[in-house]
Structure formats: structure tokens, C-alpha cells
């Protein structure tokens, strides 16, 4: 069973860091690309970023590109996502899921595991 555990959020001004952990088990990291994604109150869920242990690949929306970073550690098997230069529209809810499939397009992960959710808030 694929298990997924974020942690890291908390409550940022704007133009402040934050780095959120996804723990995951139950699958190697070489078999599945892992995904972050957000949802903000009264908006769709999008994907934010991703990253595929097995080639190297990564993906970043648009919104966040050059200032979130994201990375995996396998011996801890965990995925990191570093998120610099936060404004107020980053404000959500905040998911890993695996596995994630990704295009040009975005990625989702429907039909994969969700961790619970950890909560960014940035103000203004």
C-alpha cells in the first residue's frame, strides 16, 4: 500500500520560504514519479510540481517556476519541495500524490495515493 505524509507548512509573509516533506512508503521512488499539488479555498486542485527519481525529470507550473525547487532524498524516502520567494496566491492546501504522470500539459494523479494535506498560508 502506497502511503504519503506531508509536512512543512505553516504561516509565511510574503517573500518568505518554506520547505514541505513528503514521506512516502509502500513503492520504490524508481517505480513511480511523485507529485506536489495544491488547492486553494474555492479553487481546483493544480498540479504544482514533480519529480521522477528513475530519469531525473521534473516538472514545475509555470506560477512557481524559479521559485520552487523540488527534490527527493531515496535513502529517507522522502520528496522535498522548497518554495522561495512565497507570495499570497500560493496560499493552499498543499498534497503529495504517487504516482504522478506528467506532460507539457501538467501532471495528476487521479487515480493514485494522497497524503492528508499540509496548510501554506502567506500574507500579505
Known amino acids: 500500500e502506497i502511503q504519503l505524509a506531508e509536512s512543512g507548512g505553516g504561516m509565511v509573509q510574503a517573500g518568505g520560504s518554506l520547505r514541505l516533506s513528503c514521506v512516502v512508503s509502500g513503492f520504490s521512488f524508481d517505480d513511480y514519479a511523485i507529485g506536489w499539488f495544491r488547492r486553494a479555498a474555492g479553487e481546483e486542485r493544480e498540479a504544482v510540481s514533480a519529480?521522477?527519481?528513475?530519469?531525473?525529470?521534473?516538472y514545475y507550473a509555470d506560477s512557481v517556476k524559479g521559485r520552487f525547487t523540488i527534490s527527493a532524498d531515496n535513502a529517507k524516502m522522502t520528496v522535498y519541495l522548497q518554495m522561495n520567494s512565497l507570495k499570497p496566491e500560493d496560499t493552499a492546501v498543499y498534497y503529495c500524490?504517487?504516482?504522478?504522470?506528467?506532460?507539457?500539459?501538467?501532471?495528476?494523479?487521479?487515480?493514485?495515493?494522497w497524503g492528508q494535506g499540509t496548510q501554506v498560508t502567506v500574507s500579505s
Open positions: 519529480i521522477d527519481s528513475s530519469d531525473g525529470y521534473t
Open positions: 500524490a504517487a504516482p504522478a504522470y506528467c506532460s507539457k500539459y501538467g501532471c495528476s494523479a487521479d487515480f493514485g495515493s
